[in-house]
């Protein structure tokens, strides 16, 4: 499992990636900047314009290493995939539970998941910064997400669910400002805006969606599981809904929990951002490379798995799961246990 955690990051936009034999050669204006043996690295994740090299294209196909490509800004615009690999019994049954009523179990499962870790990361930071908060904010929120976990349990149909998701995610974001706790002028936050991001907190937190997406897609694939056929995420070209499913349990817990820890520490400020000329805020270069060395020193926190009991390293929670998953989907487990804090 220790190689799951070998990711390579390709943090500057002049980057091209090659092939020399066995190894995973960067090169920046031609002259060789890093190389690793294929054999160490898991994934790769690019965000330079530049590409990669046809040959080392099929180095990663046929050793299963995913690569997937990124804008300098971490807009996702697509992901190498090699020859299809796992049981293609379990990815009939995935089927086959997708296009039926049973799917609504699942997604009632990841809003669950997502609407109580949610809540708890708001009772936790309460806890530990009462004075600092408004505390009749925070209790207020505190009552709709208590109220919309109720409700979800409920819920009949998924247009329903997506009602009960939305209203709980509005509540949950009333309470972001309150997160800031250093610089709050400059890390203002007045409501989630994705496309494009429209301050710094959104600018983080979509890079860090972005990168979460990335690890539950290779989680699921790695188990066998089609990352394009969701359950709570309807079908569409390029879009990898059951990675997005996945994604709903660990936004609160991985990425909004880091995102805040890099704002309150004084990890990033103002001048790791840039402001384009439609009002999009996107990080540097500069601002790209403290976030990912972070978060990579973030994955080796180890954390007791709530179901297995067991201990794993944070960002190998995705890979927890999406075997989780494909033993519930297989009917090894009589319901999917969704991560919950």
Known sequence: MKKLLNTLYLTQDNFYLTRERDNIVIKQEGAVVHRFPYRIIYGIVCFSYLGASPSLIELCAKNQINLSFHTPQGRFCGRFVGPANGNVLLRRQQYRLADNDLSLAYAKRFILAKISNARKYLLRFRRDHRAK??????????????????????????DTLLGIEGQAANHYFRAFNDLVLTDKQTFQFKGRTRRPPQDYVNALLSFGYSMLTYECQSALEAVGLDSYVGFYHTDRPGRASLALDLVEEFRSYIVDRFVFSLINKGQLSKKHFDIKENGSVILTEKGRAIFIEAWQKRKHTEVEHPFTKEKVKLMLLPYVQAQLLSKAIRGELESYPPFLI
């Not at 408004?134 to 505190?142: A, G, H, I, P, R």
């Not at 109220?147 to 349990?153: I, Q």
């Open 133 to 158: 908060i408004n505390q009749q904010l925070f209790e207020e929120v505190n009552t709709e997400l208590t109220f919309a976990l109720e409700m979800v349990a409920t819920a009949r149909d998924k």
